[in-house]
T-cell receptor
Framework: GENVEQHPSTLSVQEGDSAVIKCTYS??????FPWYKQELGKGPQLIID?????GEKKDQRIAVTLNKTAKHFSLHITETQPEDSAVYFC???????????FGAGTTVTVRA | NAGVTQTPKFRVLKTGQSMTLLCAQD?????MYWYRQDPGMGLRLIHY???????AKGEVPDGYNVSRLKKQNFLLGLESAAPSQTSVYFC????????????FGQGTRLTVV
């Protein structure tokens, strides 16, 4: 089955700086790569996703890049703000799959 | 628009006791999931359902049972709780499986003493 590895496990950044989280996946058939944000005491919520037919996707201060050849994808957060402090999960799946395979999560702390 | 609702939000059990966690979704989704979240281990799939009346095992099914008698509800049961089942449990639903957005409940924090 799919194995998703996520790094780093914790990330501390100064407010206004950028944050980057990287994930690798094992199954070359995977073609859907979402990112979820989990705020304290809440369930994960989708913030951005990318499918394998594109290499990059942006939504305001967040962007995701995908390298299918190397089987890795990354989340980029620019101009970080205190409300970006949360746990972020990457995930992967393929067409007709019933489930997502999640990475272990990255705890992001934005220092004021 | 409630989305996915889990009850209860917190529970403390003694070893050997049983309990049922309830998940309800109002989005008419076909797929429903139960995950557990433990520090450093991400979200691990316990059981899932691809439609009313169906259930299947995920990555870590031992010690749990599930039922989906109605499309909107997915129940997770612990027949004889063990300390290793201390965790935060999340229910999720999606319209067409792993290739679309999953909507999560707020979680149930379970402690087994």
């Amino acid at each position: 089955g799919e194995n998703v590895e996520q790094h780093p496990s914790t990330l501390s950044v100064q407010e206004g700086d950028s944050a980057v989280i990287k994930c690798t996946y094992s199954d070359s058939a995977s073609n859907y790569f979402p990112w979820y944000k989990q705020e304290l005491g809440k369930g994960p919520q989708l913030i951005i996703d990318i499918r394998s037919n594109v290499g990059e996707k942006k939504d305001q201060r967040i962007a995701v890049t995908l390298n299918k050849t190397a089987k890795h994808f990354s989340l980029h957060i620019t101009e970080t703000q205190p409300e970006d402090s949360a746990v972020y999960f990457c995930a992967a799946s393929y067409s007709n799959d019933y489930k997502l395979s999640f990475g272990a999560g990255t705890t992001v702390t934005v220092r004021a | 628009n409630a989305g996915v609702t889990q009850t209860p939000k917190f529970r403390v059990l003694k070893t050997g006791q049983s309990m049922t966690l309830l998940c309800a979704q109002d989005m008419n989704h076909e797929y429903m999931y139960w995950y557990r979240q433990d520090p450093g281990m991400g979200l691990r799939l316990i059981h899932y359902s691809v439609g009313e009346g169906t259930t299947a095992k995920g990555e870590v099914p031992d010690g749990y049972n599930v039922s989906r008698l109605k499309k909107q509800n997915f129940l997770l049961g612990l027949e004889s709780a063990a300390p290793s089942q201390t965790s935060v449990y999340f229910c999720a639903s999606s319209q067409t499986g792993g290739n679309t957005e999953a909507f999560f409940g707020q979680g149930t924090r379970l402690t087994v003493v």
